[in-house]
């Protein structure tokens, strides 16, 4: 499997502001991007994902975009609350064959 | 609907023992996916299995790990002799079928070595 990139590696912002991290991938077959959550200790769960034919998704203050021709993809969160706070992975799959990106620590600020 | 379950959600080996960790995967879901993760990293993916077949296995290393996925139970992820470097947890997720689709995780196994 290829590698993903993911920025930034932690991310500080202010309770209210947007978040946004970015991923990039290099395994062209890949059609279906994942994003999860990882609270400390716990397990990773999926937030929100979008699949190749698809340019953008959003689900309350959670949005994903898709860019497969230069194949990078964003997680934006808006109106960042503390309980956002955590480690998120983005993630491609092509096939069954996953690979995650590094992560990246939010900390929302109160 | 019973989530992935993995046990035991702790385990403490001394070094040259054996690790066993076992996964059952949600309802319905036919293919099994091992994951390791350090402490302040990633999740490194180890093997995929289906049942009573491996399908890639590139990220597991080549010596005293070993995985199965038996017709009935659960599937296994077996550490032998192992050493402090082992220490980490392993995480287990599973998905419906072929093909692009969601992987589900348990809340899986911390493996600490003495």
């Known amino acids: 499997g290829e590698n993903v990139e993911q920025h930034p590696s932690t991310l500080s912002v202010q309770e209210g502001d947007s978040a946004v991290i970015k991923c990039t991938y290099s395994d062209s077959a890949s059609n279906y991007f994942p994003w999860y959550k990882q609270e400390l200790g716990k397990r990773p769960q999926l937030i929100i994902d979008i699949r190749s034919n698809v340019g953008e998704k959003k689900d309350q203050r959670i949005a994903v975009t898709l860019n497969k021709t230069a194949k990078h993809f964003s997680l934006h969160i808006t109106e960042t609350q503390p309980e956002d706070s955590a480690v998120y992975f983005c993630a491609r799959i092509n096939n069954n064959d996953m690979r995650f990106g590094a992560g990246t620590r939010l900390t929302v600020k109160p | 609907n019973a989530g992935v379950m993995q046990n035991p959600r702790h385990l403490v080996r001394r070094r040259g023992q054996e690790a066993r960790l076992r996964c059952s995967p949600m309802?319905?879901?036919?293919?099994v996916y091992w994951y390791r993760q350090l402490p302040e990293e990633g999740l490194k993916f180890m093997v995929y299995l289906q049942k009573e077949n491996i399908i890639d296995e590139s990220g597991m290393p080549k010596e005293r790990f070993s995985a199965e996925f038996p017709k009935e139970g659960p599937s296994i992820l077996r550490i032998q002799q192992v050493v402090r470097g082992d220490s980490a947890a392993y995480f287990c997720?599973?998905?419906?079928?072929?093909?692009?689709?969601?992987?589900?995780f348990g809340d899986g196994t911390r493996l600490s070595i003495l």
């Open positions: 997720a599973s998905s419906e079928q072929e093909g692009n689709q969601p992987q589900h």
């Open positions: 309802k319905g879901h036919s293919h």
